[in-house]
């Protein structure tokens, strides 16, 4: 979620509470200020009738007052009421032929010497209405005012914030072993000034750290390459001396192998120095099983020494975009790393699909599955490798955003890619 959405939606959220509680309480205010107000006027009438009172002294005095005053309803009573009441009460109306609401003050009073029950009713339903007007005015206004903030906070956000997504997007589309520089807006805003600032000063330095480890790589894949390939050379020479005893030859062969392991091991610390400086930028549409056809071209004699059979299956064809060097070195890790831990006479499974690759051998299971990626890190010495091809492959996967998967199921060591 953009952080100009999730703050809009915070003040939504809190305007929208704020206004389900004030619009009740609104009205429960309004409405308790009408009663009150309407509970002085029947006081105020009680009193307006007491001072009529002494006026009243035949039938027809109270049947004329009746008559001339609707809201003044006068009962005769058994007993008299000596306490006052006044309460809200809904009484059918005539003329519109429907209940309405009236606010009533009822209290006993001696009339002529006998006791009546003395009713003061006004109509509530103006009153209502003008409660209701007003709540409907000020939730109108605070749903404008809503409408009104929302609107007016996005679009100072969105120039408030324009740098940051200009920075961000810039950020996005920069590529480290192409762009030289960076050139970051300039923004009214200290905060954003500070973060253009900070974000080219470490652009420049990574870029730096960048050129740096890239030139240390060539240069330390030139330096080590050339002594190697002369103590090849000197011990090739050495070989070829008819004076070497048995014992003699059994050291030459044994430095060729350290050699050849040596030579193994630069090239996969140099490979993996590369891959983590992502030093492989390009890519292309690909299709998936040239590459693993030629992979199976260059290790099938190894597994003609050891009798392995690999059976290779693609169910559908699949190309995918990727970098060629990259994907030719994930294939060739996983099948040399399967071949190499799997014992003479056994089969390899690959198989393939648009979405993935799964490379499967026999074996016993791992004492430390979780391990296996780690450089370094080997489960069998009977191998001979160095413990940097599953580190390689794991490199490569997080390189190219691919994810990689381990399994041990039916004696079956099963790595699956998914693209």
Known sequence: MKLLTRTVRNYVIFSGLLLLVCTPLFYFSIQGLFEQNMDKELVSHKAEFYELLPLLKTADDLKFFSLMNDEFLLKESDQLIERDSILTVSIYNEHEREMHPYRVLRTGVMVQGKPFLLQIQESMVNAGDLVSAIVAIQAILIALLLIGFVFINRQLSRTIWDPFYTILDRLKKYQIDKDTSLDLPRSSTAEFRDLSLAVSQLLNKNREAFQSQKEFTENASHELQTPLA???????????????????????????????????LNKNLLLLSKIENRQFFETVEIELTPVIKKCLDIYEHQAQEKRIIIKYSQTEPASLKANPILLEVLISNLVSNAIRHSDEGNTVTIEGTKAFVVVSNPGMAFENPEKIFQRFHRESRAGGGNGLGLSIVKKVCDVA???????????????KISF
């Open 230 to 264: 002369i103590c090849r050379a000197k011990l090739e020479l050495l070989a070829q001396t008819k004076e070497l005893t048995q014992e003699q030859a059994e050291l030459v062969g044994s430095l060729f192998s350290g050699m050849e392991r040596i030579s193994r």
């Open 401 to 415: 955003s691919y994810k990689i998967d381990y399994s041990y199921v039916s004696s079956m060591h099963r790595f």
